[in-house]
């Protein structure tokens, strides 16, 4: 079936630092990927839509020069955390649309740590 | 009223048990997911259905097109079968609804 393969899946980074999570879309053409974040014990939460070729819908209240989100190709997007601080220590999870009958397709996550 | 609603909300349970998680929403739908998110973090589709039922292995989802309603069933559960499951709906720009989760724990 088709895959997206996150990486890396688990980073610590010094504050300050950035750090670049990437979404690969293996045997399929990923026109859209969606890219979500997850505190513990919450439910995820939609932070932006990314379109191939195009610039990133951002959820409201998502800082978007703060997370910048790159989907240059049909088989690779990626999330980069600019100037990360604690509070974006956070579980990170890319998902892509398959096709027209809605299948979604998940990465299979990034835990990030920001000391 | 949120848009998709899932009960229980916690749910602990024998080894062996027939487990039913349902989920209800409000809008109009396409299609409904059933995901499954481990302790790990890794988010699993289990079914994408948008009428009747589907099975595979120990899982049955079914869904009521009309009642906007569908459920999950585990049927012999184990252990293993512990993890969040998630029913989700695609609005129309294909961003999925969550619902809140359904936390399961099967005891052995």
């Known amino acids: 079936g088709a895959v997206v393969s996150q990486h890396p899946s688990r980073v610590i980074c010094k504050s300050g630092t950035s750090v670049k999570i990437e979404c690969r879309s293996l045997?399929?053409?990923?026109?859209?990927m969606f890219w979500y974040r997850q505190f513990p014990k919450q439910s995820l939460m939609l932070m932006a839509t990314?379109?191939?070729?195009?610039?990133?819908?951002?959820e409201q209240g998502v800082e978007k020069d703060k997370f910048l989100i790159n989907h240059a190709s049909l088989t690779l997007s990626t999330l980069t955390v600019t100037s990360a601080h604690p509070e974006d220590s956070s579980f990170y999870i890319c998902?892509?649309?398959?096709?027209?009958?809605?299948?979604?397709?998940f990465g299979s996550g990034t835990r990030l740590t920001v000391v | 009223k949120n848009e998709v609603e899932q009960s229980p909300q916690n749910l602990t349970a024998q080894e062996g048990e027939f487990i039913t998680i349902n989920c209800s929403y409000s809008v109009g739908i396409s299609a409904l997911h059933w995901l499954q998110q481990h302790p790990g973090g890794g988010i699993v589709s289990l079914f994408m259905?948008?009428?009747?039922?589907k099975k595979h292995g120990r899982l049955i989802a079914t869904i009521n097109i009309q009642e906007k309603h569908s459920s999950l069933h585990i049927t012999a559960s184990h252990p293993r079968d512990s993890a969040v499951y998630i029913c989700a709906v695609p609005d129309s720009n294909y961003q999925l609804i969550w619902g809140a989760g359904t936390k399961l724990i099967i005891k052995p």
């Open positions: 990314s379109n191939e070729g195009s610039k990133a819908t951002y």
């Open positions: 045997d399929f053409q990923a026109t859209t």
């Open positions: 259905l948008s009428s009747g039922k």
């Open positions: 998902s892509a649309r398959m096709d027209e009958n809605y299948g979604y397709t």
